[in-house]
């Protein structure tokens, strides 16, 4: 018989407590899954990211996130020691819940402009991986960049390497996982605050040494981050540079993809269309591609331009209908330029000024 039968009751009622708590924790738990479970049901097909995409993105956000932590974890364990603040190394260094999950379970990184920049990014190296391969008319003529490496001009020259430096440092695979940890300026902005809040959270108490340590940390990561040095960016100072005329875009566009530089491609149209880069990324993404025909025939691309583009695209992506392509490609030719600048002309518009009109038309969908 226990010699303190009150300690032990209030043992089991404490015991009791937690486990109703959890019990409610469970339920909810219980529905909220099955709430996510029924949205996706619904989602259509087309909406609906397929396997090697999730693994792809998954992939992408780890790199993302494990390299911004890397960064600030490093400075900051630098700052600390040579501060003497020995107990405060430990609590950084020492395992725990990792940045990765602290973030996903908080719901940051929901955010919708990361988000779409990271699933974009993905399916752009994807259509990449996947285009045929063309063999070139003479197999001793260099791919496409690497003619302009040597370029008399050394503005040229010196934009095509930069392009292949680029190509390099991201050494991007979908199949491997492996992702170079690049984002346009403002969500790496956003990524290195929350990565610091993160770390934060290993020390409860108030601490002032180690909030100063981190915000060194992460002022230093963005001063040194510079968006310039992305691909996508040093291909578009390459798209500006040769500055393509109307009778070499076809050619170039061609030879782009058969180079399998999806990014190129991109950039050259971005280029000639006259807009930021994400939006030609969304005119090539797009599976159903009918504003992206219509930029080929506003820039006078001709039949074979676009038959050859179109082929190419369908065979890396399974998403798209080759038939139903070849059997609108001579209403896509018949398309007037003019009408399709026209159509067109308000993808030219302020970026926020268009977010707006969507957010409107959103907003007022009955």
């Known amino acids: 018989m226990s010699d303190n039968p009150v300690g032990t009751r209030d043992g089991f009622a404490i015991g009791a407590r937690e486990l109703l708590a959890r019990a409610a924790a469970a339920e909810l738990r219980a529905y909220k899954g099955l709430m996510v479970a029924v949205e996706d049901f619904f989602l259509p097909e087309e909406a609906r990211l397929d396997e090697h995409s999730r693994a792809g993105l998954a992939a992408l956000l780890r790199s993302l996130v494990e390299t911004v932590e890397g960064e600030i974890r490093e400075h900051a364990v630098r700052l600390l020691t040579g501060r003497g603040e020995s107990v405060l190394v430990v609590a950084l260094i020492e395992p725990g819940e ?95 605050w929350w990565t610091a809040a993160a770390l934060r959270e290993r020390v409860d108490a108030p601490n002032e040494a180690l ?106 992506d399974p998403r798209r209908d080759l038939e139903k392509f070849a059997d609108t490609l001579d209403t896509i030719a018949a398309i007037a330029p003019a009408e399709a600048r026209a159509a067109l002309a308000p993808l030219k518009l302020d970026p926020d000024y268009r977010a707006a009109l969507i957010a409107l038309q959103r907003g007022g969908a009955k």
């Open 98 to 192: 990792s940045v990765l999950t602290r973030l996903w379970n908080s719901g940051l990184l929901r955010d919708g402009e990361l988000m779409a920049e990271l699933v974009a990014r993905v399916r752009q190296e994807m259509l990449g991986s996947a285009l045929p391969m063309s063999a070139p008319d003479d197999p001793e003529r260099p791919s496409l960049i690497n003619r302009f490496v040597q370029h008399p001009d050394r503005v040229v020259a010196a934009s095509a390497m930069a392009v292949l430096i680029a190509e390099s440092r991201r050494r991007t695979s979908p199949d491997t996982g492996q992702y170079q940890a690049e984002l346009p300026a403002e969500l790496h902005h956003k990524l290195v």
């Open 211 to 316: 909030d100063l340590a981190l915000c060194e940390a992460a002022q230093r990561s963005l001063s040194a981050y510079d968006e310039g040095d992305r691909l996508e960016a040093a291909a578009m100072r390459f798209a500006a540079a040769i500055d393509a005329q109307p009778g070499e875009l076809a050619g170039m566009f061609a030879e782009s993809l058969g180079d399998r530089r999806i990014v190129l491609f991109i950039a050259l149209l971005s280029h000639a269309m006259g807009v930021p880069y994400a939006i030609a990324r969304d005119l090539v993404l797009d599976p159903a591609a009918e504003r992206l025909w219509l930029a080929l025939r506003a820039l006078e691309i001709g039949r074979e331009g676009v038959a050859q583009i179109g082929y190419a695209l369908s065979e890396a």
